[in-house]
C-alpha cells in the first residue's frame, strides 16, 4: 500500500524568507501523480501544486516549487518569499490510477511577521 | 478550477438524531466521490467513495450503517450520519476528481450534542 509520510508537524519561517516542507513516499509504481494541498484556517482544501512522476522537470507555481526526487521517494515544497497568508495547514498527497488520494500527516505552517 | 459545493456548512444536532450532508459537483459531472473525517490538528481520513448507482465503498473500520452514503445523480452524493452521538462530533470534507486532480467541498463541522 502507498503510504506518504511528513515529519515536521511544525515548521515556522520569518515573513519573507524561504521554508522548505518535507515529504516522503512509498510505491512500488511508476506512474503516478504528487501534489501538496494547501488547508488555511477556513479548512477548505487549495492545490497548491502538483508533480507528475513522468516529468523530470520540478513543478513550479510561483512562489511555490518542489524538489521531485523519484529515486529516494521525496517531493519537498519550498515557499520563497514566505508571506502571511501562506501560514496554513500542508498536506503532501499521493495517487496512483483509479485508486484513492493517499494524504500525509500534514505540516502546520507558521509565518512570524 | 471544478467546483464542489458542500452544504451545510457548520450544524448542530442533539444526541440520537441523523443529519445529512450534501456535497455537489457544480460544473461538471461526478461519477466517484469521496468522503473524509477530520479531526482536530490531524490529517483527513478517508471515510467511503460514492459510486454514482451503485452501493458505497467503505474504508475498514467505518461503520456502513451510522455513515449511510447516497449517491444518486451524476452531481449529487449525501452523507447522512445516523442517531448521532457525541463522539461523531467532527469536520466532514467531501471530494470528487476530474482526471487525477482532487476538488474538495468546504467542509462541514457537525456538533451533536
Known amino acids: 500500500a502507498q503510504t506518504v509520510t511528513q515529519s515536521q508537524p511544525e515548521m515556522s519561517v520569518q515573513e519573507a524568507e524561504t521554508v522548505t516542507l518535507s515529504c516522503t513516499y512509498d510505491t512500488s509504481e511508476s506512474d503516478y501523480y504528487l501534489f501538496w494541498y494547501k488547508q488555511p484556517p477556513s479548512r477548505q482544501m487549495i492545490l497548491v501544486i502538483r508533480?507528475?512522476?513522468?516529468?523530470?522537470q520540478n513543478a513550479t507555481e510561483n512562489r511555490f516549487s518542489v524538489n521531485f526526487q523519484k529515486a529516494a521517494k521525496s517531493f519537498s515544497l519550498k515557499i520563497s518569499d514566505s508571506q502571511l497568508g501562506d501560514a496554513a495547514m500542508y498536506f503532501c498527497?499521493?495517487?496512483?490510477?483509479?485508486?484513492?488520494?493517499?494524504f500525509g500527516q500534514g505540516t502546520r505552517l507558521t509565518i512570524n511577521p | 478550477g471544478a467546483v464542489v459545493s458542500q452544504h451545510p456548512s457548520w450544524v448542530i444536532c442533539k444526541s440520537g438524531t441523523s443529519v445529512k450532508i450534501e456535497c455537489r459537483s457544480l460544473d461538471f459531472q461526478a461519477t466517484t466521490m469521496f468522503w473524509y473525517r477530520q479531526f482536530p490538528k490531524q490529517s483527513l481520513m478517508l471515510m467511503a467513495t460514492s459510486n454514482e448507482g451503485s452501493k458505497a465503498t467503505y474504508e475498514q473500520g467505518v461503520e456502513k450503517d451510522k455513515f449511510l452514503i447516497n449517491h444518486a445523480s451524476l452531481t449529487l452524493s449525501t452523507l447522512t450520519v445516523t442517531s448521532a452521538h457525541p463522539e461523531d462530533s467532527s469536520f466532514y470534507i467531501c471530494?470528487?476528481?476530474?482526471?487525477?486532480?482532487?476538488?474538495f467541498g468546504q467542509g462541514t463541522r457537525l456538533t451533536v450534542v
Open positions: 498527497a499521493f495517487i496512483q490510477g483509479a485508486q484513492k488520494l493517499v
Open positions: 508533480q507528475e512522476a513522468y516529468k523530470q
Open positions: 471530494s470528487a476528481r476530474v482526471g487525477t486532480e482532487a476538488f
